[in-house]
């Protein structure tokens, strides 16, 4: 399997799971422990931007698809993705329009899979901007999605798990 292939194949459970992520009643998915944290919901938006950010303006070297349009029809902030925030500001992160949410995600990953297909191995060790200088292709895609959002994945499970939901993709790799 090439390292693109591999990209690809990874991405995808990536994705599944935070598509399975947007299942849940709304106060589900806008859950905060008493303690802090983040919900689903931030999470959920958090991911995705950074995705929007890394895919279509560090790599593409192009718009985000992240609009003011894209804000108010979601209820999500314009500004920011989550980066830096403080945990009051974070817990006020809404998604009033789940569908819409899912639409622009939809938009975002169908961006990612464009530049997969088009990419070759050797295009990963192109360098592109990072927020302290510059990084490869790979690495932009393996630390802040793959790993980034893996670790993200197991928050939503915990917040998941405090409310007695099922784990996200629960039917995949368990018996």
């Known amino acids: ?3 693109v292939e591999h990209i690809k194949w990874s991405l995808a459970f990536v994705h599944r799971a935070l ?3 947007c299942n849940g009643t709304d106060e589900q998915i806008h859950f905060v422990p008493e303690f802090g944290s983040h919900s689903i919901a931030w999470c959920l938006w958090h991911t995705t931007r950074v995705e929007d950010m890394i895919v279509n303006v560090r790599i593409k070297e192009s718009d985000p698809i992240w ?3 894209w804000a108010a029809k979601t209820g999500l902030p ?3 993705n989550g980066n830096g925030q403080s945990d009051d500001d974070a817990q006020k992160v809404t998604i009033i329009n789940m569908e819409n949410f899912i639409e622009y995600q939809k938009l975002v990953w169908e961006s990612t899979a464009e530049l997969l297909e088009k990419l070759t191995d050797s295009d990963l060790s192109k360098e592109v901007k990072s927020r302290t200088g510059t990084e ?4 932009s895609i393996s630390l802040h999605m793959l790993g980034h ?3 993200h994945r197991g928050e939503m499970n915990f917040l998941r798990g405090m409310q007695g939901m099922d784990p996200l993709l629960v039917r995949e790799g368990t018996h």
């Open 1 to 3: 399997m090439s390292r």
């Open 19 to 21: 598509r399975d992520a």
């Open 67 to 69: 609009s003011e349009e």
């Open 78 to 80: 314009f500004d920011g």
């Open 136 to 139: 490869q292709v790979d690495e």
């Open 149 to 151: 959002f893996n670790g």
